[in-house]
Every structure is written in structure tokens, then in C-alpha cells.
């Protein structure tokens, strides 16, 4: 997952948990007092046995008898009466507990989640750069999930386990303190084994985490570079990559399992001890007559209530230690810190002008050469200009640092005279519709994918869109028209189609500030020159500016600038830049001698 955000000093994942859903306090503190009483309540009938025992062995001399209930008859309906009211209220507080830890792992799922998800749409985009997309839905869905699971079951169970050791112990110490203490003999090396085990564990769990997030970015990745994946016949030497991660993460399993199946065998070893000795030790005081029949049997049979369960602890510890892993994994993305934060002032799209100034800007990507160096740049406001350049000199740098999907080094970025760094983040990008060279369609509609970002858009508004972009001809013609489903990615469409799309959204958005980076590569040359007429009424009293290679398409722009290395080495219009005969006119040259030569075939 890349680089950590947490150092080794942070809180234990628990208390981080327990801090997230200090909201649900008061609903956490009741699914702890349900559980509490429902296993008092559980523990209650061997306490009725007892009495019970006592009853029929010594009828006047019970202890019933002494507490002023002389008449058998009597003593046995009041036990019954407390046997159904005690096993009632068990019945009613587990319903409680069930329900509460339940529906508190939903809600604390449900939000943790989409705290989760909405965390990660405020990091830059360099944070994407450094981790791949399967090892971030890893976190947001299996993680999660895993902690779902513990709340569901495993918190009960710790306190249940506790609730028995404490009750039982007490009563113990009460009842028959000389014997008391064989029965609890077990429970220290019961829990310095359940501690020790833990520490072991929690590694393993870590790594195990950490296999899962690598299989699932494999699998997201090779869906989505399926037809790469068939062009080049690579289905076997992916189905082997996959294999070998899947293997690793079945190998990091058997490590923990390996662990956590030792525990019970082990534990219940213990437990005999203390069982047995109590079987034998206590059956030895009441043939002395130092310890009552009914309180033997309450212990034997209680003994066996304390000790067995302890065994399920390795199931919870194991269910736990999983938590605790995904605990980590998802605490430690929410505190990923944001390093570009919004700015205070909003930014009506009414009153944007469209003037952008870049002022002696320096940006490099994270460990690489600088894209953009000591780069100025004044765009007036309702002009289009244009930047070509070859592959790599900084075009596209430019526009997403214009809508800080990155944060530039050094220098300033004004629109209509203020800092973007101070203007509200939203504000900002919505003032500026952008259509990408890398086009990306929703799972869904056409018409759901042109109104994307304007979703109350009137269905009129979006044909005109669609028609601005020369888009509505191609719609009108698939199966559903604009209700026809264009797949993942968009992948039911052509290339040209997909970027047509992506011109009608923009438009549709009616930004004060367009910008169009190699927005017409994908089509044809016929595509092209309708959209660029279009363009022509489009551009008028808005600011655009626009990339490209294809110099025949920013030919009539305001302004050309040509860019090297991340600099700025020629401006003007077209005809200043082929009167200076430089790059420009070196690529006019090029360009336009290969059509005459292609017009000629």
C-alpha cells in the first residue's frame, strides 16, 4: 500500500475503533450492558440446580428453609418461578444484545466506509499514483468487512468470556473459598497464554491484510486490461501471476492458522486440570461433610460453564486479530493528511471572468525531474489559446495543476487576479469544463453520462449538447438511443464516440473556462472539422484553452505557445510562429506535408 501514515507510536487499533464511534456511545454501552446481564442471567440455572439439589438432599434444612420458606412444596414452586423468570429475561437481553451489536455494525460499517470513500476523494492525485486501485477497494470493501464480523459476534464474546470469569469467580470465593481456588487455578495461564498468542498473531494477521490487498489489485487490475490481456494472448501467464499471488496469500493464511489452531487444544489441557481437581478435590469435602452436596453440585456443573467457553477464545482472538489488522489498514487511510486543502473564498460561476495568470510556476512530479520550470503564462479573459508541443514537455501538466489536482513548487496561478490556492476547491472546478485525452465513461446511460456533473439537467439541454459536440447523429442511432448503456469505461463505444461524449458533457456544463486537452485525437477527420465549427460559435466569450498535436485544429486561436522540457520557447499566432521558423513551423511543415502526400495516395 505504499507509504505508511502512522508511526509506531499510534494508539492501539481498538482505542482508534472505540475513538471512530465515540457518536454511538451511548447505543455501544447499552449492547455491553445486554450482554453483561444476559449471561448473569445464564449463569443463574446452575445456581437453581443447585438449590434445587439442596432441597430434595436436605427438605427442612435447606437453605430455602432457612431463608423463612419451610414448606417443600413451596420452596420447589418458588424455584420454578425463578427458573422461568431467569430464563425470560436471558431470553430478552439476548435478543437486546443481538440486535444492538448488529445494528451498531451496519452503522459503524456504513459510515466508516463512506468516511473512508469520501477521505479518499479529497487526497491529491499523487496519492493514486503511489498505490493501485485493488489494494485501495480491498480497504473500502474486505477490511471493512472484516471489521463488520467482529462487531457482530466477537465483541460479545469477549464480554461474556469476562462477565463468566468475574461472576463465577466471585461466587466461588463465597461459596467455597478451600476449594475455590483449584477451579480458578487454570484462568492465569489461560490468559497469559491468550495474551501471548496475540502478540504472535497480530503479525500474521498484518501480512495476511497485506496478501489480500495484493490479490485484489492484480484481479482489478487484469479486468480492467482484459483486451490487452487477449491482443497479446497472455491469459496464461496471468492466470500463473495471479496463481502465485493467490498462493502467497493462501501461504500467509497457513502461517496465522497455523497459530491460532494451537490455541484451543492447548487451553483445554489446561482447563482439565482445573476440572478434574475439582471434580476430586471437592467431591473429597463433602464426603468429609465441610462442603454442602448442592454446593458441590453447583460447582461441578459450574465449573464446567467458567472453563469450556474459554476454549472459544481462540475463535474470538482469531476473529480479532483480523479486526484489529483491518482496523489499521482503514485508521491509517483516514489519517492519510490532505495536502491540498481548499481555500476560503467562494467563487460564484457568474462572476468568473476567465483571465488566468501563471506567474514564474516550477512543478516536478514526486521523485522526477521538474514537468514545469520557472513557467509564465497570461490567458485574457473570453480568449482561446492553444499549447502544442511534443509528447512530455508539460501541456497537460499545466491544466491539472490549473485545477490543483497537484499543488505547484513555486511561483503563483491567478484567476481573475486571485490566488486558486486561496479560492473554495469546488468552486474552482466547477468554473472549468474539462475534456481529457483519456476519456472515462460511467457504467450507465448515455444521456446519465453527458449530464454527469449537471445531474438536473433538462433532457432538452442535453441533445443540444450533444448536437454542439457532433455527438447526436451516432446517439440517435444506437440501439436505445440516449438510454442505451455504454458500459464499463464506456467500453460498448468507439474511441471517437467516447470522446464526443466527453465534449457534450463539458459543454453541457456551460463552464466560464473550457479546456480541451487533444479533444478531438480519437475521431475522424470529417468529426473533427464539424466539431471544430462547432467550437467556433462554442469558444465565443469564454476562455479556452486548448492542447493538441494535430496543429490544424488551434490554427485559429488567439494565441499559440509552444513548449519544451516544461518551457515556454515560442508564442504567437499562427502566422507569427511559421514567419519565425522555428519548432512551430517545423511541425506545420511536417504535418501538413504529410496530408498533401496522403490527399496525393
Not at 490468559?191 to 496475540?198: E, P
Not at 466527453?502 to 470529417?526: F, G, H, W, Y
Not at 464539424?530 to 488567439?558: G, P
Not at 494565441?559 to 516544461?566: F, K, L, P, T
Request: aromatic share 8%; proline share 3%; with cysteine.
Amino acid at each position: 500500500m505504499g507509504r505508511s501514515t502512522t508511526s509506531d507510536s499510534a494508539p492501539h487499533p481498538f482505542v482508534r475503533l472505540f475513538r471512530y464511534s465515540r457518536k454511538h456511545r451511548q447505543q455501544v454501552w447499552a449492547a455491553i450492558a445486554c450482554s453483561i446481564l444476559n449471561k448473569v442471567f445464564d449463569l443463574a440455572p446452575p445456581v437453581l440446580i443447585g438449590l434445587a439439589v439442596d432441597v430434595v438432599v436436605n427438605r427442612k434444612n435447606s437453605l430455602l428453609a432457612n431463608w423463612g420458606i419451610p414448606d417443600l412444596t413451596l420452596q420447589l414452586l418458588v424455584l420454578s418461578i425463578l427458573t422461568f423468570v431467569v430464563w425470560g429475561l436471558e431470553s430478552v437481553f439476548q435478543y437486546a444484545y443481538d440486535r444492538l451489536w448488529r445494528n451498531l455494525a451496519q452503522t459503524v460499517q456504513h459510515e466508516l466506509r463512506l468516511d473512508a470513500y469520501m477521505h479518499l476523494q479529497e487526497l491529491e492525485m499523487g496519492f493514486f499514483e503511489e498505490r493501485s486501485t485493488g489494494g485501495l477497494l480491498a480497504i473500502l470493501n474486505d477490511d471493512i468487512n472484516q471489521l463488520e464480523r467482529f462487531l457482530d459476534h466477537g465483541a460479545n464474546e469477549v464480554l461474556q468470556v469476562t462477565t463468566t470469569v468475574l461472576v463465577i469467580g466471585a461466587a466461588f470465593f463465597v461459596l467455597a473459598p478451600s476449594v475455590a481456588w483449584l477451579a480458578m487455578l487454570p484462568m492465569p495461564f489461560i490468559l497469559w497464554g491468550s495474551f501471548a498468542f496475540q502478540r504472535r498473531l497480530a503479525p500474521r494477521y498484518a501480512d495476511v491484510r497485506e496478501q489480500a490487498s495484493l490479490v485484489n489489485s492484480r484481479l482489478a487490475n487484469n479486468l480492467t486490461g482484459i483486451a490487452t490481456i487477449k491482443s497479446f494472448t497472455a491469459e496464461d501467464y496471468e492466470r500463473d501471476r495471479v496463481a502465485g499471488d493467490s498462493e502467497a496469500y493462501r501461504r500467509s493464511n497457513r502461517r496465522a492458522i497455523a497459530m491460532s489452531a494451537a490455541f484451543v487444544p492447548l487451553i483445554r489441557m489446561v482447563i482439565l486440570v482445573g476440572f478434574t481437581a475439582t471434580l476430586f478435590l471437592g467431591g473429597q469435602e463433602v464426603l468429609n461433610g465441610r462442603l454442602a452436596v448442592g454446593t458441590y453440585s453447583f460447582m461441578v456443573f459450574i465449573t464446567q460453564r467458567l472453563l469450556w467457553p474459554l476454549t472459544s477464545l481462540g475463535q474470538t482472538l482469531d476473529q480479532y486479530q483480523r479486526a484489529m489488522a483491518s482496523t489499521n489498514r482503514v485508521m491509517n487511510l483516514l489519517d492519510t493528511p490532505i495536502a491540498i486543502r481548499t481555500g476560503t473564498t467562494s467563487l460564484p460561476m457568474a462572476q468568473v471572468q476567465g483571465a488566468i495568470e501563471l506567474k514564474d510556476i516550477t512543478f516536478a512530479y514526486t521523485n522526477r525531474a521538474p514537468a514545469i520550470e520557472h513557467l509564465s503564462l497570461s490567458i485574457p479573459a473570453g480568449k482561446t489559446i492553444a499549447i502544442v508541443g511534443s509528447t512530455g514537455s508539460g501541456k497537460s501538466t499545466l491544466v491539472k495543476l490549473l485545477l490543483r489536482f497537484y499543488e505547484i513548487q513555486s511561483g503563483q496561478i491567478t484567476l481573475d487576479g486571485t490566488d486558486i490556492r486561496e479560492l473554495n476547491l469546488r468552486d474552482l472546478r466547477r468554473c472549468i469544463g474539462w475534456v481529457s485525452q483519456d476519456v472515462f465513461l460511467f457504467h450507465g446511460t448515455v444521456a446519465e453520462n453527458i449530464a454527469y456533473g449537471s445531474f438536473d439537467a433538462a433532457p432538452t439541454d442535453i441533445v443540444h449538447a450533444a448536437k454542439l459536440a457532433e455527438a447526436h447523429e451516432f446517439i440517435t442511432q444506437l440501439p436505445n438511443g440516449y438510454d442505451t448503456i455504454v458500459g464499463e469505461r464506456g467500453q460498448k463505444l468507439s474511441g471517437g464516440q467516447r470522446q464526443r461524449l466527453a465534449i457534450s458533457r463539458a459543454l453541457l456544463k456551460d463552464p466560464p473556462i473550457l479546456i480541451l486537452d487533444e479533444a478531438t485525437s480519437a475521431v475522424d477527420n470529417e468529426t473533427e472539422a464539424a466539431i471544430q465549427k462547432s467550437l467556433e460559435y462554442i469558444t465565443q466569450n469564454r476562455t479556452t484553452i486548448a492542447i493538441a498535436h494535430r496543429l490544424s485544429t488551434i490554427r485559429h486561436a488567439d494565441r499559440i505557445y509552444v513548449m519544451e522540457y516544461g518551457k515556454l520557447v515560442e508564442q504567437g499566432t499562427h502566422s507569427e510562429l511559421l514567419a519565425q521558423n522555428g519548432i512551430y513551423a517545423n511541425l506545420w511543415r511536417i504535418q501538413s506535408g504529410e496530408r498533401l502526400q496522403l490527399e496525393s495516395k
